[in-house]
């Protein structure tokens, strides 16, 4: 006869597994959106910092489509830094930077190595569905409010996209 105890334990396992699973699929995702390098020579698109953790993107297309360009190379993207998902007492976080190259486009959007990019215009990055949500948000929204934890703390950079 088997034990009771198995059968939960297996369940978290599977759980787990999913959760990872969602978690590389909105990660990608995210990359997705990230890929090209806005100091590209080609890119028609800018980015200032007007504050302390504020931004103004400019972009003579809409900002999707520049990110989009048929010659951009996932390679760039992942030279410029890592992104994994970040997991708390086995519960989504959202997703970690690291190895962040200096003058990449993380490091013109303000973002250190360590942090933990948890939110999007309010929506939490916990689950892949709500990461898709928030890709889709970034098509056409004109202001980006990132919420993310640096070095133990909460810290939001708000980017207006022109």
């Known amino acids: 006869m088997m034990k009771l105890d198995i059968f939960p334990k297996s369940v978290w396992f599977v759980a787990g597994l999913l959760v990872m699973a969602g978690s590389v699929a909105a990660a990608f995702a995210f990359h997705h959106f990230t890929r090209r390098p ?22 003579k297309d809409p900002l999707v489509d520049s990110l989009h360009a048929k010659h951009a190379s996932h390679s760039e993207a992942a030279m410029q830094a890592r992104i994994v998902p970040a ?49 889709a948000l970034l098509k056409t929204a004109r202001r980006l409010e990132v919420d993310l934890h640096r070095d133990g703390a909460p810290l939001r950079k708000v980017y207006d996209v022109k």
């Open 87 to 135: 997991f708390k007492d086995g519960k989504a976080q959202g997703f970690k930077l690291f190895s962040i190259r200096e003058g990449s486009l993380y490091d013109k959007l303000g973002f250190q190595n360590g942090d933990v990019i948890q939110r999007v215009n309010g929506i939490s990055l916990d689950t892949p569905e709500k990461a898709l949500e928030t890709y």
């Open 38 to 59: 806005f100091n590209d020579f080609h890119s028609s698109v800018d980015i200032r910092s007007v504050g302390e953790n504020a931004y103004e993107i400019t972009s």
